[in-house]
């Protein structure tokens, strides 16, 4: 059996965005085995694809902030220790940053990646034993199938397959059909009007009988869910959710309406209704796969209307 880490630390987009290149590589070749290294607040997303046999986990982030710090120095120098102890026989740097490119060569083991042109940051291609040419100018995840074909020996075909199930529904969430409405982003200017969202969420309580139910994951983010919940006729806000919950919500809803976020990708890649906003990215670069379920609209510069959104919602499909 042949041992396998992919590095891929953060963040969550892009850690869902290598799901479907996992997928396609276990259909090849079912007899390997597959670890995968990823930042500590990400591990849930590696954890939930079933053909992930173990998640490590490291700190980049905590340890930045406490360099001079022994405990910091501590949990670097046991990381880089059980990844030594660990025989890879191929190691897979799949994100192209020096970030990733360092912890990848602590396992001193062969070690493949993107070329200088093809890194996000070219210096990590210094790090490789293997450089592989993927252009920039494709899709995330087919950037990822690409890397994956070329370090494994074969040709990536057909449309991308996430191979992830959602789990179960939390037991806070009653019965019943119920949207999701990712209202947070990264960015302000990732965000879309907040009269939108109301607007929205009426129109999908009183024309299509759905409570709407509004995820948050900072103070700032739940005071803007509070402030929507307020103005619908039918909402919920709900609690704090870590990630393999959020999966369950998303999961189980008959419909997700979300801005540029990591959430609308996993909502992708559970095959649920779903519009995607975008307002400042272009979505032929990091926008959700399209299929007769998930639609994109709007980029930079760009702003969809409710109508819009409600249309790409339901025009394609059966609701009946």
């Not at 949990?75 to 220790?81: D, T, V």
């Amino acid at each position: 059996m042949m041992n396998v880490l992919i590095v891929r630390t953060s963040s969550m987009g892009d850690l869902i965005h290598t799901w479907p290149a996992i997928t396609e590589l276990k259909t090849h070749y079912p007899n390997i085995r597959l670890s995968w290294l990823a930042e500590e607040s990400f591990a849930d997303i590696a954890r939930l694809h079933p053909q992930v046999a173990e998640v490590l986990t490291l700190r980049w982030r905590s340890w930045r902030k406490r360099l001079l710090r022994p405990a910091a120095w501590r949990e670097l120098k046991a990381l880089k220790q059980q990844l030594r102890d660990t025989h890879f026989d191929l190691v897979l740097d799949s994100q192209g940053l020096l970030k990733s490119a360092i912890p990848a060569r602590w396992a001193a083991a062969p070690l493949a990646g993107l070329d200088w042109h093809s890194a996000r940051e070219s210096l990590a291609s210094l790090f490789y034993d293997k450089k592989h040419t993927v252009s920039r100018q494709l899709s995330a995840i087919e950037r990822n199938r690409r890397l994956f074909g070329l370090s494994f020996g074969y040709q990536p075909q057909g449309e991308p397959q996430f191979g992830v199930k959602a789990g179960a529904k939390p037991a806070w969430m009653l019965s019943g059909r119920y949207a999701v409405l990712l209202h947070a982003t990264s960015r302000v200017s990732k965000e879309w009007p907040e009269e939108s969202w109301v607007e929205l969420g009426i129109r999908l309580a009183s024309q299509h009988d759905l409570v709407t139910v509004l995820p948050w994951g900072s103070l700032r983010e739940k005071a803007r869910a509070e402030r929507l919940a307020a103005r619908l006729p039918a909402a919920v806000v709900a609690p704090k959710m870590d990630l393999l919950e959020a999966a369950g919500l998303l999961g189980h809803a008959s419909a997700v309406i979300g801005v540029d976020t990591g959430l609308a990708h996993l909502a992708n890649a559970l095959n649920v209704p779903l519009v995607a906003i975008y307002t400042d990215t272009d979505p032929q670069q990091t926008g959700v796969v399209e299929t007769p379920w998930a639609t994109n609209l709007g980029n930079v510069g760009q702003c969809p209307t409710v109508e819009a959104v409600l249309q790409a919602l339901f025009a394609r499909r059966d609701w009946t």
